[in-house]
């Protein structure tokens, strides 16, 4: 079976897909992972086979116009606020309210990412390899739309909640009440714009796939309701090496203070102060292992005694000997620390899924959670002493460590994918009968 792989162009997201990429590889199937030339480099460096295509598109360049010579009131625009997807509460999701947002993400986010060009060179890829299965990023439509074109069957590999699928429950059960004559659907028809030139047409599963491959641990998962595929999340951090000091046991209680590489790599910029979160553990009693490249500190900031100061750890190895960790919310992040039951102190930028994902990992009990407005060094040092002082917090982290590793690993789907790809290959088979 042949298996494409469609990642975001983000280094974060190709991470997210390695688990699984290999174990179809592992299995024998041959498997290619197709993006912008952004991660390449990431592709190769998980030993998988890149397929470049279009153009580099430097993701904080294009989301941030600060980055480029665009008007002063542009700049100043704080698009994060404006393109808030992470609304989970259904008496705000209305449909005006969700329609606004579909259209936001279409015009500014979607088109601006996922260029034509960029969707067109996709999808002459997959006519001329002819993947059996596509398995797509959330963020990533050219994979679905390359894989209705060449026939191949697709599904979503999600890197967080499902905040697409439950924003689409809301706007079809919206739209059905509204005359047809005043239907939008903005990412319908942007879809469609690029199928009609293939002959195709647009279908719901181009926006929420055939099926949705899902990390997340189903206690703390989204009330949507399409066809899943759950899978173990298993933490691949990139190439790494074990240092040194990470070989010896803690002689203090380990913290670890970490802003992750995912809003970097979008916005260009933490939003939290490193200040602060430095400051917060300076005068307790403990080891903390901070994750701040240089260019993250403030001039002038001092770095206390008890923090050792590193560029990158891989998280895998720093967690299990860690018991707590401080971190922004990312998807990432957040599910190593799930995955080796360490409980959570959050400071959710707002980004995709990271502000109801840590609410979640809080009402779970695993964690606490601090709004990034109100973040203060007294008010973080409290919640990490907490954190490290009352033992419900590491049994409820445990809980959820235990659900995690109880879904069905990456090598425990491939059978399933391989299942569903051929009832999908069969279901094209017996539609191409006569009647």
């Not at 600060?66 to 449909?95: K, N, Q």
């Not at 002959?199 to 703390?220: K, N």
């Not at 899943?228 to 000091?245: F, K, L, Q």
């Not at 002082?389 to 994918?417: G, K, M, N, Q, Y």
Request: with cysteine; charged share 25%; net charge negative.
């Amino acid at each position: 079976m042949r298996v494409l792989f469609t990642p975001f162009p983000a280094s974060t997201h190709v991470h997210t897909q390695v688990p699984l990429a290999w174990a179809m590889r592992a299995a024998g199937h041959e498997v290619r992972v197709a993006t912008q030339p952004d991660v390449v480099e990431d592709i190769n460096n998980a030993g998988l086979t890149a397929v470049a295509v279009g153009e580099v598109l430097d993701v904080p360049a294009t989301m941030n116009p600060e980055y480029t010579d665009e008007p002063e009131e542009i700049r100043d625009e704080a698009w994060l606020d404006v393109l808030d997807i992470s609304e989970t509460r259904p008496e705000r999701l209305t449909y005006p309210y969700v329609h606004g947002v579909l259209t936001a993400w279409t015009s500014f986010v979607y088109q601006n990412t996922l260029p034509d060009d960029t969707t067109e060179e996709l999808i002459d890829f997959a006519r001329a390899w002819r993947p059996d299965l596509v398995v797509w990023d959330t963020m990533y439509y050219p994979g679905a739309l390359a894989a209705r074109v060449s026939g191949a069957a697709h599904a979503r590999l999600m890197f967080g909640l499902d905040l697409v699928g439950l924003m689409r429950q809301h706007y079809l059960r919206g739209m059905a009440a509204v005359p047809p004559a005043l239907r939008d659907d903005p990412l319908e028809e942007w879809m469609s714009r690029i199928l009609r030139r293939h002959g195709h047409e647009f279908g719901e599963d181009l926006v929420v796939g055939q099926w949705t491959i899902d990390p997340v641990p189903p206690s703390l998962r989204l009330p949507v309701d399409l066809p899943s595929v759950p899978v173990r999340y298993v933490p691949y951090n990139g190439e790494a090496t074990v240092p040194d000091w990470l070989r010896e046991p803690p002689r203090l209680p380990r913290v670890c203070l970490t802003l992750g590489r995912s809003f970097r790599e979008v916005v260009g910029a933490d939003r939290t102060s490193v200040a602060d979160l430095l400051a917060a553990v300076a005068e307790l009693d403990v080891e903390v292992v901070a994750t701040f490249t240089p260019d993250q500190l403030e001039p002038g900031v001092r770095v206390p005694e008890n923090v050792r100061l590193v560029d990158f750890a891989p998280l895998d190895a720093l967690l299990p000997t860690s018991a707590a960790i401080v971190h922004h919310g990312g998807s990432g992040t957040l599910q190593t620390a799930l995955a080796h039951g360490v409980p959570q102190v959050m400071v959710p930028a707002k980004m995709w899924c990271n502000v109801p994902k840590a609410h979640r990992v809080r009402d779970a009990g695993a964690g606490l959670c601090i709004d990034p407005d109100e973040l203060t060094p007294q008010g973080l040092r409290a919640a990490l002493v907490r954190v490290l002082r009352e033992p419900s917090f590491r049994a409820r982290a445990e809980r959820l460590r235990r659900e995690v590793v109880s879904t069905p690993a990456p090598a425990d789907i491939v059978p399933v994918l391989e299942r569903l790809t051929a009832e999908h290959r069969a279901g094209r088979a017996m539609s191409a009968l006569p009647a």
